[in-house]
């Protein structure tokens, strides 16, 4: 008589019959599945010992049923991303959560080469000059509202000119009777030394600096000779074919500031009214 050979689980013989042992204990087919197969984490059925199981992240599944939540692709064999707990297909991830590129309107992949500016992702392809329609790709570019030129482009198209040189200003510069100067190019018609920076005034339409100004246009005070320019101490007194520094106003005899009060003339003098009187 043979010796029994029992299944551990319901007692049942397993002569003849297809077993499973667990740590060499055997378990007939059906005990086997009901005490040590997973269960799958999508149908909620038992994974059966003759079927493909997939693991993931401490879930198991049928290989049936571990498939894209949107479009219902199996991942078996694909690139996917868990979001929110539920499995998405490369494909769908990027159509869903991927920038979009504004120029094609198409999803930029990650790994992809791209260009960002002001919330806004471009393909590296599909970001072009909107003049010569190059891509500019990592060279420096100029935004002009909604389009985007290359330096080249847009100097030549949107940059001012220097009235003296007729060459583009790139930065800086002055402005000059409404017009953009190179700052190198925004000279005194005397000495040609810089104006930018410094005061200066104008004689017809010429710019002269102070000192040039003062040489060859400038009235000269009657008192101290110096001219007369309107900077510093600008204020003057104008007296028939005559003027004088405000400070330099003075009575001829006592010094006294005759500003604001009555003087009389002698020859070249200018007296108070008590040196007048004496």
């Known amino acids: ?5 029992d299944c551990d689980g319901c007692k049942e013989s397993l002569y003849g019959r297809k077993y499973i042992q667990v740590d060499d204990v055997p378990h007939c087919v059906p005990c086997y599945d009901r005490l040590y197969a997973n269960t799958c ?4 059925e038992i994974i059966e010992h003759d079927s493909r199981e997939l693991y993931y992240e401490e879930r198991h599944y049928h290989e049936h049923c571990f498939r894209c939540s949107r479009c219902s692709r199996s991942l078996a064999d694909e690139p996917f991303t868990c ?6 297909c490369n494909e769908c991830y990027c159509s869903e959560f991927s920038s979009k590129c504004v120029a094609c309107a198409k999803t930029v992949m990650p790994g992809s ?51 003296h ?19 190198e190019c925004f000279l005194c018609t005397g000495c040609k030394v810089q104006l930018a920076g410094q005061p200066f005034t104008t004689q017809g339409e010429d710019p002269y600096c102070v000192k040039c100004f003062s040489n060859l246009y400038a009235q000269k005070c009657a008192a101290c000779d110096k001219p007369i320019t309107g900077f510093g101490e600008g204020k003057y007194v104008s007296f028939e074919d005559r003027q004088w520094h405000q400070p330099c ?14 003087f009389f003339p002698d020859g070249t003098k200018i007296l108070c009214k008590s040196c007048n009187a004496k």
């Open 83 to 88: 979001q929110e707990d539920a499995l998405v």
């Open 249 to 262: 106003f003075q009575c001829s005899e006592c010094s006294v500031s005759l500003v604001g009060a009555g």
């Open 41 to 44: 984490q999508e149908c909620k």
């Open 165 to 183: 040189c007729k060459q583009i200003l790139v930065q800086g510069g002055v402005t000059y009777r409404d017009e953009p100067w190179h700052k």
């Open 1 to 5: 008589m043979s010796e029994p050979f």
């Open 113 to 163: 080469k791209r260009l960002e500016y002001g919330g806004c992702t471009w393909h590296e392809e599909c970001f072009v000059c909107c003049g010569c329609e190059q891509p500019i790709g990592g060279q420096s570019f100029i935004p002009d509202k909604s389009e985007y030129y290359c330096v080249p482009c847009y100097e030549g198209r949107f940059a001012p000119r220097c009235a």
